[in-house]
């Protein structure tokens, strides 16, 4: 095989792989991207990288909800589910359950109130998440 020919063919499987992980990452985009606006409740979902997303929630108390669906097909791996109960911008309760298949099987609880020293990092993580999330969607009225 030529050199001319070898770097047609490996420009061509280039191309392939680039427009197989666009159509990949606009479907994920297709199915995940929405908001949602009820007068109880405000929803932000979008994509995050190939496959994953977050759902961001503000209810009409104050208190809101990040869920993460970290894997493809988010029925067949974990997520998890970050609670601000009181608004106050500090996540109170996360959340990890296991995938559908497992009939949600709750992995972890975790309450700041009592396990917050001996997860500070994934509370302080979690309460970073919850605060950008605050701010890249604001409440709508």
């Given at each position: 095989m030529r050199r001319k020919d070898l770097y047609k063919l490996i420009r061509t499987e280039i191309a392939i792989v680039v427009v197989?992980?666009?159509?990949v990452r606009g479907c994920n985009m297709a199915w995940n991207n929405r908001s949602t606006v009820k007068p109880a409740y405000q929803?932000?979902?979008?994509?995050?990288?190939?496959?994953?997303?977050?759902?961001f929630t503000r209810y009409f108390d104050g208190s809101m909800d990040v869920k993460e669906y970290?894997?493809?097909?988010?029925r067949l791996f974990d997520s998890e589910l970050h609670q601000d109960l009181n608004g106050d911008g500090l996540v109170d309760r996360i959340r990890q359950n296991g995938a559908e298949w497992k009939m949600n099987h709750l992995s972890e609880l975790l309450v700041r109130e009592h396990d917050y020293d001996s997860h500070e990092d994934?509370?302080?993580?979690?309460?970073?998440?919850?605060?950008?999330l605050m701010a890249k969607y604001p409440a709508k009225k």
């Open positions: 197989f992980l666009g159509g929803t932000e979902s979008r994509a995050t990288g190939l496959y994953g997303h977050v759902e970290p894997g493809f097909a988010h994934r509370f302080d993580e979690a309460d970073t998440r919850l605060q950008d």
